[in-house]
């Protein structure tokens, strides 16, 4: 007995069914579970879009269907017709349907648009693999995270230093380009406390997988007392005086080749080509979201980062393994991870 | 098992016109029978086919050359496709190491391009070569040197493509290029002058292609065929070929300036001196995005060949059919910048073109109901290319229904550059241009081989590449919707991503075999097949009224074409027995076929046609010296390439007295013309 080819059919279908089931995984960053307003009308435009779109095929499909269960037979007649219904469902009824799924979207693009005003202003730059983080007038610069106060809109200015990128928080907002030579603006609200996963959305070279970054909604007191900490100098200078090995590292840093290319204010160091490293103790990820910020990634990473994000502009680091030890604990010092 | 359907008379009654002449001609089978045992050997003696090495590089049949089309773009298909597994097993997994980066890259990079530019297009102009003049009712294409000339600078261009995959330094900057990211200071390395030069050298084949499909549907058709009595196939890759004249020169214009800037030094696309990045977006989805219909129209023109046949009635609503599709063709020229949402344009600008992209449906719908209607009127035979066309339907309408979401400018700002948009136009250009192209290699199989197909086989295969079709790409929509964005060579576990890619990853695997498999039913048949008669499937169009495979010089009698479906029509058939008659439908003294005028199909005059030829087989070999000496920057080589072009060139065009000249004498008017 010779397996019917309908079975492929039936076994693949259950099996993206159960894939579908097994994916609904409550942490991935998407669209569907929105946490600001401006990825939300997005949701409720997917659910229109998605109710049309289901609705076309199973017409679509039932007629196929109706067709193949239809007459058979082999006589030919050569008597056209039909012109009314192509006429009437080809072109009548979809244009229906389209003026007003055209009016629905031309009204959430300009509900996207540039709001009244907004509380905070952000500058994100995009780099080959990172991004810089700059509150104007504040005397903060992060990288990688961004500190958003709940419920308040934040422009963010969008430039990029090398080649395009794109700016995406599906849960916030829909994307915006990072485009040479351009400042482009986006405007984003959460409005739920929490860290919400961005990604570069637009091809960059080669590590553009390990583009990622992090939006933080704080309070607005927890976010206030936050850009108060990132405005001071390392946390580490503080801790130099009471601590040999955090000295140590600070010594490093100063002496080593990382001032070429970071800045940690409080140090000599102040290259402007890598990210700011003032307040790296404080962030979640390194290598924007390439792994965990922890003693032992940092220092993995320092030594050589090219293991773990091969073609990342920072070379490996000849350092011996006490000064890597002094320097990850200068770094790590006073962190309020 | 191969079936043969048992073909009925048409029901002529509609045709009550012609009553007067005796039915001579009862089907397609008949008609050849009849016309190559008229004509005997008169005109076949002066279509010889060439032999050996010699007749391999100098033919100018449409059908070899179509053949080889199919051939060379179905392995570069293959190659896109494994580069596509190596993805697939990448990211089968949450960070794995499989393949590096650069490598990624690269795969992604081949993979979009050779899809786009070196199967799609040369895979559906395959289709065109080997049956324009079939479905026309002429004996080659109008300009068969021309014809040979674009299939070896497909191949060349190809190849060095290829070359650079196997060196490793294939482009990666994505098949659309980005700058700056592809400039000379992001992308040094010669990757992306293989892409430049690949794409312009290529560009050349394409065009000289559409301008011979233009020509020799317009000045070639059978008399009597008026416009609104050609194929839809026809009319489709008409249309495309105009679209493909006015969508190249932005596209050649773009890689031009991006060569130049990356070897010369200029700064077009260099926002530090003065020049724009952006610019590069328009030019090439200015290109880019007709493009999509210039895949998609003729593989929709193939669905409008195959439907009517099996639905047994011509196709409903012909002239909105012929309509939609040049109106695709013109709206899609005003759509691009739907690429570019994104980008931070002006909202007024992106209002209009959301606008554009929502009608560029409409035409879209016109030939879905018209299908659907052809069929619930017919009566449907279920053979296995109509198989395909059923499994096509409803992959593109799930991939139909989702394209007005990217017209939404803040919609498709959520979901560009996401899986969903991969999901997308996997779900068109596979589901709207490969099944298609499946069905068409089934159904016109038999007249490429004289060989039929196993039907089991067919089945099979079918189900196997719908089902891998369907498992590899449905999952895509939601795990956009879930985040993921496209061009990632990794992933973190974190996500909840994993699940979906390990499934596309096992329907990749599927979908292979389904290959695999398909390939084998096309062997078996090409070694074991049971041989075809003419018109194995009664269907309504020229080409199944010729030997299958046909002979070089495709119809002994040049018929007379009274209706959209002339093999259904009692006139047209007879036209091939009191053709066989008239020196002017036999044009047995030379290697001739006949001209027509554009409009109404009216005989103008005998056409002499060009011999074989080495011609274009040495012209392209010094053109790909030219594009090696600029791709390797050996100006020497370049410059020996240039002069070997001109004196190739010079060679070909120079008017060498011969009868071509002396053919100006008028062919008197048929007698019935209707």
């Known amino acids: ?337 | 098992m191969t079936t043969v359907p048992t073909r009925q008379r048409p029901d002529t009654a509609a045709d009550s016109g012609h009553d007067r002449r005796p039915k001579l001609i009862t089907d397609s089978n008949e008609a050849v029978r009849v016309s190559e045992e008229r004509v005997g050997d008169r005109v076949a003696e002066h279509w010889p086919e060439g032999e050996g090495v010699r007749g391999f590089i100098s033919t100018v049949d449409h059908k070899r050359i179509g053949r080889r089309y199919i051939i060379t773009a179905g392995f570069f298909f293959t190659l896109a496709g494994l580069n596509a597994m190596l993805m697939r097993i990448q990211l089968m997994r949450p960070g794995q190491q499989v393949i590096s980066p650069e490598e990624y890259n690269q795969l992604f990079t081949v993979h979009g391009t050779v899809m786009i530019f070196f199967f799609s297009t040369p895979m559906l102009f395959g289709f065109g070569n080997l049956l324009f003049p079939l479905m026309l009712g002429t004996r080659d294409m109008a300009f068969p040197r021309l014809n040979a000339f674009g299939y070896w600078i497909f191949a060349a261009s190809g190849l060095i493509l290829f070359g650079s995959e196997a060196a490793g330094r294939a482009p990666d900057g994505g098949w659309f290029s980005y700058v700056p990211l592809t400039g000379k200071e992001f992308s040094p390395a010669i990757n992306l002058d293989v892409y430049c030069l690949a794409l312009l050298f290529l560009g050349t084949s394409t065009t000289v292609g559409a301008i011979n499909f233009i020509v020799t549907a317009l000045k070639l058709r059978a008399p009597g065929m008026t416009l609104a009595r050609m194929p839809v196939f026809v009319w489709a890759l008409v249309v495309v070929s105009f679209m493909v004249l006015f969508a190249l020169p932005p596209l050649n214009t773009a890689n031009v300036m991006l060569l130049l800037d990356r070897q010369v030094g200029t700064h077009f696309f260099d926002p530090q001196h003065g020049g724009d990045a952006v610019l590069w977006q328009h030019l090439f989805w200015l290109f880019g995005h007709p493009d999509v219909y210039i895949i998609v129209l003729p593989a929709l023109g193939m669905v409008s060949a195959i439907v009517p046949t099996f639905s047994r009635r011509p196709i409903a609503a012909y002239p909105l059919i012929v309509v939609a599709t040049i109106a695709t063709g013109i709206i899609s020229f005003g759509v691009w910048v739907h690429h570019m949402f994104a980008v931070g344009l002006p909202p007024l600008s992106m209002a209009f073109f959301s606008a554009a992209s929502i009608v560029v449906v409409i035409p879209a719908g016109i030939q879905f109901m018209s299908w659907l209607i052809t069929m619930l009127r017919g009566r449907i035979v279920l053979s296995v290319p109509m198989l395909w066309v059923f499994g096509f339907i409803a992959a593109f309408v799930v991939g139909g229904v989702t394209g007005p979401m990217f017209a939404l400018v803040s919609f498709d700002q959520q979901v560009t550059d996401s899986y969903f948009v991969v999901a997308h136009f996997h779900y068109v250009l596979f589901g709207g241009a490969v099944l298609p192209m499946l069905a068409g290699l089934y159904y016109w199989w038999p007249k490429l081989t004289g060989r039929m197909t196993s039907r089991r086989g067919g089945v099979w295969s079918f189900w196997l590449v719908f089902a891998g079709f369907n498992v590899t790409f449905f999952p895509m929509h939601i795990q956009g919707l879930l985040g993921m964005p496209r061009r990632i060579y990794t992933f973190p576990a974190w996500t909840g991503w994993a699940p979906y890619n390990l499934l596309e990853t096992l329907g990749a695997f599927l979908l292979a075999f389904g290959f695999v498999f398909t390939g084998l039913v096309f062997l078996h048949s090409w070694r074991r097949g049971a041989p075809a008669p003419a018109d194995p499937w009664g269907g309504e169009t020229l080409e199944w009224a010729t030997t299958s495979p046909p002979q070089t010089h495709n119809f002994a009698v040049i018929p007379t074409v009274h209706s959209l479906h002339p093999l259904w029509d009692q006139a047209s058939l007879d036209s091939f027995a009191y053709g066989a008659e008239r020196d002017d439908r036999v044009l047995a003294d030379g290697h001739e076929t006949l001209m027509t005028s554009e409009l109404d199909g009216e005989p103008e005059r005998r056409l002499e046609m060009p011999e074989d030829s080495p011609v274009p087989f040495f012209t392209t070999a010094a053109l790909t010296a030219l594009v090696l000496g600029l791709l390797f920057r050996i100006y020497p080589l370049a410059a020996i390439g240039l002069l070997g072009t001109a004196i190739a060139l010079c060679y070909w065009l120079w008017p060498f007295q011969g009868p071509a000249m002396a053919l100006e004498e008028p062919v008197p008017e048929p007698e019935d013309v209707s």
């Open chain 1, 1 to 337: 007995m010779r397996p019917s080819p309908r079975a492929v059919l039936i076994i693949a279908s259950a099996a993206v069914a159960s894939g579908l089931l097994a994916g609904c995984s409550g942490k991935s960053p998407s669209i569907l579970h929105p946490s600001g307003p401006g990825a939300a009308r997005m949701t409720g435009l997917w659910w229109l879009l998605f109710g049309i779109a289901a609705g076309v095929c199973v017409v679509v499909i039932g007629l196929e269907l109706i067709a193949l269960l239809g007459r058979r037979g082999e006589r030919t007649k050569i008597k056209s017709g039909g012109t009314w219904f192509v006429v009437i469902a080809g072109v009548a009824v979809p244009a229906i349907i389209l003026t007003i799924v055209y009016g629905v979207g031309l009204n959430d693009m300009k509900a996207l648009q540039q709001p009244a005003r907004s509380a905070v202003t952000v500058d994100v730059i995009g780099h080959q693999w990172w991004w810089e983080v700059r509150y104007p007038g504040q005397n903060v610069v992060t990288a990688n995270e961004i500190h958003v106060p709940v419920d308040k809109v934040v422009h963010l200015r969008l430039q990029t230093d090398d080649v395009n990128h794109s700016f995406w928080v599906p849960q916030l907002m829909p994307k915006t380009d990072l485009v040479a030579g351009r400042i482009n603006n986006t405007w984003i609200t959460a409005d739920r406390v929490g860290s919400y996963h961005g990604q570069c959305a637009e091809y960059c070279g080669l590590q553009h997988a390990n583009m990622a970054f992090q939006v933080v909604a704080q309070t607005q007191n927890q976010y206030e007392s936050w850009l108060r900490e990132q405005a001071d100098v390392a946390p580490g200078v503080a801790a130099a005086a009471s601590d040999p090995l955090i000295d140590r590292g600070r010594q490093v840093i100063e002496t080593a080749s990382c001032g070429s290319c970071h800045t940690v204010r409080g140090t000599s160091a102040d290259g402007t080509i890598g990210p700011d490293l003032t307040h790296v103790g404080d962030r979640t990820e390194i290598g924007a979201g390439a792994v965990e910020n922890n003693v032992g990634n940092l220092s993995g990473w320092i030594a050589d980062s090219q293991t773990v994000k091969p073609g990342n502009k920072m070379p490996p680091q000849p350092l011996s393994p006490e000064d890597l030890h002094a320097v990850v604990a200068f770094l790590e010092a006073g962190g309020h991870r």
